[in-house]
């Protein structure tokens, strides 16, 4: 059994429901424990840096103290929170002089942050603890046939993570399932992120680029990591296929919900009722295969 | 003779003054035990300082000298030589480092002040004990190996050549002409490159003094300045050298085709072949990786051999002076020779590296040598610039600094790049009437003729574009993009991201150090600088000597250049070594160890640790021995010997030991 710290992130239990339900139902059939931090609070993410830089440090900081209390590796789910929180880590180990004054703030609450904690994404944690043959070991329904673009996103694979042109790791754990990842070019390519709220049409441009390339090369469905990723791939797509005049019909996966079908989960389970672009022609195929 | 010592605080301008107080650690030394005079001075290695010395040995009898100043690598020979002129053994001269170890590591004027006193004590206490040596005189022999057959070693072989001495020219390549051999035309006069290149290897192919080991690689060396010996092996090209006529019936014969290295993967060369058809040897080699006959004799099996042969029921002959030869094995031989000029020369950036340039995943995007050879009417198009499908491009688009001045690659700017790529551009207007487009950072066109052709380049009208690109891609977002190479950037004169479409791209890759630089390294005991490259003794005023007596650089194995300074280079390497050779002999320092024989218990410790393999081992006497011309001073003898019984000439324990006192003061 691996135990982990679990940090969830806000995502996971609003906008990106369906990855915290599928990261909880995967995690016993794999082999983890993920232990959610208690009193976890917001990351602060890109907001919060931008109205107050030393507020949103101590923010991201109290969960890094909450974490090294318990004593094992913090893992998330979401990217932009696992960027924050490693930022902040990296930002109070070379200045020991903003570090001081953020244990200032912390004690105020009894904390304080020591440096010492590791803070991963779940894909990670995935791909390198659980392995992908191990998974595809534990795989009762293959999903053979299922051809899927693997999409990073910008924040899985920088600045932190290795090879941001051509990364692996989403690919191997598709593969693990028995689906096929098509070749995606623009697989690490951004979405827009939050700039879905505050310049649309932009970020509806760079969502169809995405769907444009993940179409042309065959696939039937996107998988992602990243909660932002999801909701604006998936719940945009009405909108972008509205504005460009295209048809688009690309259901939004998260790679936890894909492992959790190919562990053979229930649906319910993987908050698949919570997905915007119906998910059922993709899952009507997998079913076909049992 | 009881020691007299005089020491010299120098300011060395503001370098050290500006950190320590000369005065007060010259007042400092004139209390130390046996210093008769104690001055500080401005410049100690300039004429009056050097003149300061010599006044105070002859009026006040001094018999050592002690100078605190720079580092011994820059002056130590400098002082050496004015106590020698002034009478005193330049043994007798020591000099305390208060500038690297001192002023130039820290801004604390106190606590460099009391280094200062500390190594100027270290060093009057040290010299006390010095014993007055000599420097042994060692002659040179007049022969010179030059490793590396590209132009450099061309020309750095024919001078030394020419001023009647002999050289060996080892090259491991079937053929001498390196990258220079591959090249077109050549900036700024766009001479043909083989037209310029092809006399000079003609001449080293028939010089009297210069014999030519090609197909040959140095396996080991040893020796020391003025008297090396280098063991070289020579490959076997599997035929007998004094047979083969260069005739080429082989080649067309052989049925293997494999990618040739020469035409940088885009043509091929059979199994037994000339690199080029201008090779010098004019002589053919067996690819052992590729011959059938060859593999399969490893199984036992006697199988193709279409060369020698010929096709008998066609009535086409094989080899008519029989030169080919299986049975050939390599050869190792020995070679003595008094200096080394390296010209290995460079290996081009592998542009893989850059994922986002898309070299070896989409077709059409090469790199700057590939392109050398499509543009070159030998080459495997025949001149003619054609895409992948035998298409012309309407555009190309050149990228400059691939791999270059790039903190993920390499740093440095490699120098002919900027140039290369406008003769490019110039070439392609000449061959076709695509559209060219060069993506730069800046335009470095700084030699003779090159801000000309620059402007030349200008009117042709070519397309410069300033902005270093983010990526050339396949993935289309217009319809005009389908099909292309799209070259993604910012075009940073008028601040605006852009997407080009084109043809083709050329990767105008960074020049790197090749890829055994460090094995070379090592056989010849030279440095390499933190960027790859050999590493001159210094980069003004020793640009082609090393930190090794004796061996010498010239080319792109020292730094990226272009050949008019390679040339440059050559002949200064060869002129260094010239000048060595008609000295006739060279100074060996003194610094050397010695065993003592009464104390020796024969155990063989320090012979068998010595790098330098400068230790034997007398079998009559039982006692080991020090080959004073081997030896390198490096003290691992002396430190290794379990009765004390090496010791080192200038560095003995009596010496040491003072040394270490007077730094504790």
Known sequence: MKYYSYYPGCSAEGTGLGLGLSARAIAGPLGMELIELEGWNCCGSTPYGSLDAAESIVVAARNLALGEARGFDLVTPCSACCVTLNKTAERLKSDSALGRRVNEALSVAGLTYKGGLRVRHLVDVLANDITPPAIAGLVKRKLDGLKVAAYYGCQLVRPYAGDAESPRSLDDLVRATGAGPVDFPLKSRCCGGSLIISEEALALGLIRKLYENAASRGAEGIVTACPLCQTNLDAYQGKVNKKYNTGYNLPVLYITQLIGLALGLPEKELGLDTNVVSPGRLLSKVKQEV | ?665
């Open chain 2, 1 to 665: 003779m009881e020691p007299r010592i005089g020491v010299y605080v120098c300011h060395c301008g503001s370098n050290i003054a500006g950190v320590v107080d000369c005065p007060e650690v010259a007042r400092f030394a004139q209390g130390l035990e046996a210093v008769v005079v104690a001055r500080d001075y401005k410049f100690m290695c300039s004429e009056p300082g050097q003149e300061l010395i010599k006044q105070d040995i002859r009026s006040h009898n001094l018999n050592r000298v002690v100078v605190a100043s720079c580092s011994p690598t820059m002056h130590e020979p400098t002082f050496r030589r004015g106590c020698q002129e002034a009478g005193v053994n330049p043994y007798y001269f020591e000099m305390a480092n208060i500038r690297e170890h001192c002023s130039w590591v820290t801004g604390d004027k106190t606590a460099a002040t009391v280094k200062a006193r500390a190594l100027v004590s270290a060093a009057v206490s040290r010299v006390y004990y010095h014993r007055p040596l000599e420097n042994r005189q060692v002659s040179i022999n007049p022969a010179t190996l030059v490793l590396g057959g590209g132009i450099a070693g061309i020309q750095a072989a024919l001078k030394i050549a020419d001023a009647g001495h002999k050289v060996y020219l080892v090259e491991k390549e079937p053929s001498i002409g390196g990258h220079m051999s591959q090249l077109d035309k050549t900036f700024p006069t766009l001479d043909c490159s083989a037209c310029i290149l092809t006399p000079k290897m003609t001449l080293v192919g028939s010089h009297p003094n210069i014999e030519l080991m090609s197909y040959s690689e140095i396996s080991q060396v040893s020796g020391y300045t003025g008297n090396f010996n280098i063991k070289v092996r020579r490959k076997t090209r599997y035929i007998d050298e004094s047979k083969c006529t260069g005739c080429g019936r082989c080649q067309e014969l052989c049925p293997v085709s494999v990618p040739s290295e020469y035409e940088q993967g885009l043509g091929s060369r059979k199994a037994i072949y000339k690199p080029f058809p201008q090779a010098v040897p004019n002589k053919v080699a067996v690819d052992p990786e590729s011959c059938r006959h060859l593999k399969g004799l490893a199984q036992g099996k006697d199988i193709c051999r279409l060369c020698q042969r010929g096709i008998e029921k066609k009535g086409v002959p094989g080899c008519e002076t029989g030169a080919i030869d299986f049975a050939r094995q390599d050869e190792l031989v020995e070679v003595e020779a008094g200096n080394i000029i390296v010209t290995t020369g460079f290996s081009l950036f592998d542009a893989s590296a850059v994922f986002q340039y898309g070299y070896k995943r989409f077709d059409n995007v090469v790199t700057s040598l590939e392109f050398e050879r499509i543009v070159n009417s030998s080459g495997p198009t025949g001149g003619h610039i054609l895409l992948k499908n035998g298409a012309e491009p309407e555009s190309i688009a050149i990228i400059h600094c691939v791999g270059s001045r790039d903190r993920h690659y390499h740093a440095y700017c490699s120098r002919v790049c900027c140039m290369y790529s406008m003769k490019f551009a110039h070439l392609i207007k000449e061959h076709t009437r695509a559209r060219v487009y060069e993506f730069y950072i800046d335009i470095r066109s700084f030699g003779k003729g090159y801000e000309e052709f620059y402007n030349r380049l200008l009117e042709e009208g070519t397309t410069f574009i300033r902005g270093r690109p983010a990526e050339v891609t396949d993935v289309a977002e217009t319809p005009e993009e389908r099909g292309k190479l799209i070259v993604q950037f910012e075009d940073t004169l008028i601040g605006l991201q852009r997407r080009l479409p084109v043809d083709m791209v050329v990767l105008s890759a960074a020049i790197e150090a090749q890829p055994d630089a460090e094995a070379v390294a090592r056989l010849l005991n030279i440095s390499r600088g933190a960027d790859g490259f050999f590493l001159e003794k210094h980069p003004k005023l020793e640009p082609v000597s090393t930190m090794t007596d004796g061996i010498f650089l010239a080319g792109c194995c020292q730094s990226p250049k272009d050949i008019p300074e390679t040339v440059a280079q050559a002949a200064a390497a060869a002129a260094e070594v010239l000048s060595l050779i008609s000295r006739g002999s060279v100074e060996i320092e003194a610094a050397t160890a010695a065993v003592d024989p009464k104390i020796c218990i024969g155990c063989q410790v320090c012979k068998t640790n010595c790098p330098y393999s400068a230790i034997s081992f007398d079998d009559t006497r039982r006692v080991c021995q020090v080959n004073e011309a081997l030896c390198k001073g490096c003290g691992v003898c002396a430190g290794g010997c379990p009765s004390d019984a090496v010791s080192l000439n200038h560095y003995t324990n009596e010496q040491i030991l003072a040394q270490m006192e007077g730094a504790l003061v």
